[in-house]
T-cell receptor, first 115, second 114 residues
């Protein structure tokens, strides 16, 4: 079974609008962390935001926020006020405390921001 | 700080050749990882190391070898390159080994095997 599922292969958003990128995960571990990375066309992997399984509040980092719904096992990334530079691949990933803390990635979502 | 540095950036190999992808980090991190990313896909773990002298297999280790003689360096060796190893390879590191710590990635090595 997939540990991390990103169901949106590609998405368009109008510049200055908000967009939500979906991520669901599968774990029986109580202690785990969820991460979002951005991969622009230049190829590097850029860490955006982190949410811990015990965190009661949703994580926020500037224009990025994480909509964490633990019971539904979802950790959606919300980007507010989209900019042209947000066009990139976005990966959701998870580290599980009882699985050697390996970082497991989803398949990614390609976001394209329209001017 | 340089962070995680990978060399080379690009390489073309013929089938059956071998090569070593270099990775070095200057953050004194104990934990280092090698991932591969096939076109349009997420990253898959090849090998990882929790400290100098200790390495272990990830999800897709076949066709690769690693060593970790120092904290800073974690080279990935390809023996008998095959077209299936055409991919982008990422090295990463982090310091704690805990689930709440993000990995720091190098810029990747794009490898083509023909």
């Amino acid at each position: 079974a997939q540990k991390i599922t990103q169901t949106q292969p590609g998405m368009f958003v109008q510049e200055k609008e908000a967009v939500t990128l979906d991520c669901t995960y599968d774990t029986s571990d109580q202690s785990y962390g969820l991460f979002w990375y951005k991969q622009p066309s230049s190829g590097e992997m850029i860490f955006l935001i982190y949410q811990g399984s015990y965190d009661e509040q949703n994580a926020t980092e500037g224009r990025y926020s994480l909509n964490f719904q633990k019971a539904r096992k979802s950790a959606n990334l919300v980007i507010s006020a989209s900019q042209l530079g947000d066009s990139a691949m976005y990966f959701c990933a998870m580290r599980e405390d009882n699985a050697g803390n390996m970082l497991t990635f989803g398949g990614g979502t390609r976001l394209m921001v329209k001017p | 700080n340089a962070g995680v540095t990978q060399t080379p950036k690009f390489r073309i190999l013929k089938i059956g050749q071998s090569m070593t992808l270099q990775c070095t980090q200057d953050m004194n991190h104990n934990y280092m990882y090698w991932y591969r990313q096939d076109p349009g896909m997420g990253l898959k773990l090849i090998y990882y190391s929790v400290g100098a002298g200790i390495t272990d297999k990830g999800e897709v280790p076949n066709g690769y070898n690693v060593s970790r003689s120092t904290t800073e360096d974690f080279p990935l060796r390809l023996e008998l390159a095959a077209p299936s190893q055409t991919s982008v390879y990422f090295c990463a590191s982090e310091g704690s080994g805990f689930y709440n710590s993000p990995l720091h990635f190098g810029n990747g090595t794009r490898l083509t095997v023909t």
